[in-house]
């Protein structure tokens, strides 16, 4: 079994001391942890005893509240870091998806952002790389729609974020 590295918001110190990797033998949700690693792979050397086990990846070493995130039109936040649990816990603040649109999606070219939800005076817009790299920042006086050219983009997915006044807004864009 391997796994990425955790990943957190760039800027801060990254608290994670290691990996624990678990199993539920025959998916009862009783877990059992295998090994505690630094590594990012590891091996169950009984895998072929459970046909009906799920495993998982536990990141160690921090206790953190989490950030609240946007998921179905909801307020959530993730309360752990598990590879293979959805915990999401509903605040129950309804949100707005139609704020802004972005098209085409995939695009090749240029990208058309419309801003018909937002009146802020100042919109400022980034390109995010899936790596964490900002790619592209602008700072807009406000106008219906504003198109921004991918042609040079390398093929991907990136993050296109708008904040504009106290809210922050992200959609995801594949560049072909």
């Known amino acids: ?28 949700g009783n877990w059992n942890v295998l090994v505690n ?3 990012l792979s590891t ?29 179905n039109g909801v307020q959530g936040t993730i ?13 129950g603040i309804k949100t707005r998806k139609d704020l802004w649109t972005l098209y085409p999606n995939p695009a090749t070219g240029n990208i058309t952002l419309n801003f018909s939800g937002l ?9 995010i790389s899936i790596l964490g790299v900002e790619v592209y920042s602008e700072i ?4 219906d729609s504003h198109a921004i050219n991918l042609e040079k983009f390398e093929n991907g997915t990136y993050l296109v974020q708008v904040t504009a006044g106290n809210g922050t807004f ?6 072909q």
């Open 170 to 175: 992200i959609k995801q864009v594949v560049k």
């Open 43 to 71: 091996t169950d050397p009984n895998y072929l005893s459970y046909p009906n086990g799920n495993w998982r990846v536990d990141a160690l070493g921090f206790s953190c509240q989490g950030n609240a995130r946007i998921g």
């Open 1 to 28: 079994f391997s796994w990425n590295a955790y990943m957190i918001e760039s800027g801060q110190v990254n608290p994670v001391t290691g990996y624990s990797f678990s199993r539920d033998d025959n998916s009862t």
């Open 37 to 39: 690693t630094s590594g």
């Open 140 to 143: 807009l006086n406000f106008k």
């Open 119 to 127: 009146t802020q005076d100042k919109i400022s817009v980034k390109i």
């Open 79 to 91: 309360v752990k870091s598990k590879s293979n649990i959805s915990n999401n816990k509903t605040t």
